[in-house]
């Protein structure tokens, strides 16, 4: 016990003290400031510890979890749904078998709840995709094009403003922060003015993922408790506009999916399964396209003349978007899965 303690504290050392990990032995991906030095650590995981080793720290006691930082080795598991299924399609599992409405079981978020019973394997999971979010995300964001080049220009236009008025311009702050906000809400059909609800909103369900400790994301009590009270706005928040399309629908996403018989199931969806739908959209497209912005404004700051070649050549950008989010992840957290055999 006191040599792992000693181990934990020499990893964690390198993130409190400010520096990045110069060896393995320093790599430490949930000590608290290991976030400033990710890709410094990935690095050392690439070239020393592709499959890194967190003794004692699997799901059941006694039990080992492991970190893989290479491609391969991530799509041979991802791939294999049954030999390794996600952590979240095991608690999706038992609350079917409870027979309990997810609804009803506290503490459990929209999204889970509405996984139960709208996409609880991997056959309804592509169904879900392909029917209820595809017309509007991926395949369908081509439809949002106007829209979103609108937001783009106002956003610059302020930004002009303030730099000719010798004011500081804060890129994240002024664009990559709003951007997706103004996005989301004008897909989801919300009211511009709403945003700040939503940003406080979106801030609660990466709570765990911000400020919970080791892999887990574990919070504390009263973390969790702040988290699901936050949240529980958000819930009646759209239950409310969920209401409203359904009475007086308009050219939006959550008034299509008052709307859409959902075809792998022969129904249409609930107000609590919308809830669910809408509570995904907005921890996939908040943070995430936030950070995957603001990480590929800096690889230009990095790389002098890259932004002049794109301009020259726009064919290009789409391969630098694809290359940046491979680079530059927009998301840090761990997809957990468990080997079941």
Request: proline content about 6%; glycine content about 8%; hydrophobic content about 40%.
């Amino acid at each position: 016990m006191r040599q792992q303690l000693a181990d934990s504290l020499s990893k964690g050392e390198a993130a409190l003290q400010g520096h990045a990990p110069r060896s393995l032995e320093e790599v430490d991906l949930f000590a608290p400031g290991a976030q400033e030095h990710w890709y410094a650590a990935y690095a050392i995981l690439h070239a020393e510890a592709p499959v890194q080793c967190l003794p004692g720290e699997g799901l059941t006691p006694g039990s080992d979890a492991f970190v893989l930082t290479k491609y391969a080795d991530i799509k041979r598991v991802v791939r294999d749904w049954d030999r390794f299924p996600p952590t979240l399609s095991l608690l999706v599992g038992q609350i079917i078998e409870s027979g309990e409405m997810p609804t009803h079981i506290p503490d459990l978020d929209a999204m889970i709840a509405s996984i139960v019973t709208l996409r609880p394997d991997p056959e309804l999971w592509r169904a879900h995709r392909k029917e209820l979010t595809d017309p509007w995300v991926g395949p369908g964001c081509t439809r949002h094009a106007g829209m979103i080049t609108g937001h783009v220009d106002d956003l610059i236009m302020v930004m002009v403003a303030k730099a000719r008025a010798g004011e500081p311009v804060d890129f994240v702050a002024d664009f990559a922060r709003p951007l997706p906000q103004r996005t989301m809400a004008s897909v989801l059909g919300f009211p511009q003015e709403d945003i700040p609800q939503l940003e406080q909103w979106g801030n609660a369900q990466v709570m765990s993922y911000v400020h919970g400790r080791t892999h887990k994301n574990i919070l504390t009590p009263e973390q969790t408790a702040e988290k699901f009270r936050l949240l529980a706005g958000m819930k009646d928040y759209v239950a409310e506009q969920t209401r409203e399309k359904r009475a007086r629908p308009q050219d939006d996403m959550v008034s299509f999916l008052t709307r859409v018989e959902y075809q792998a199931l022969g129904r249409r969806l609930t107000d609590d399964e919308i809830n669910g739908v809408v509570y995904a959209m907005v921890i996939g497209g908040l943070e995430t396209t936030q950070y995957a912005i603001a990480e590929q404004a800096q690889l230009l700051c990095e790389r002098p003349g890259m932004f002049g070649q794109l301009r020259e050549n726009r064919g290009a950008i789409r391969t630098f978007i694809e290359e940046g989010m491979r680079l530059r992840s927009p998301t840090q957290g761990l997809s957990t899965r468990i080997c079941a055999r």
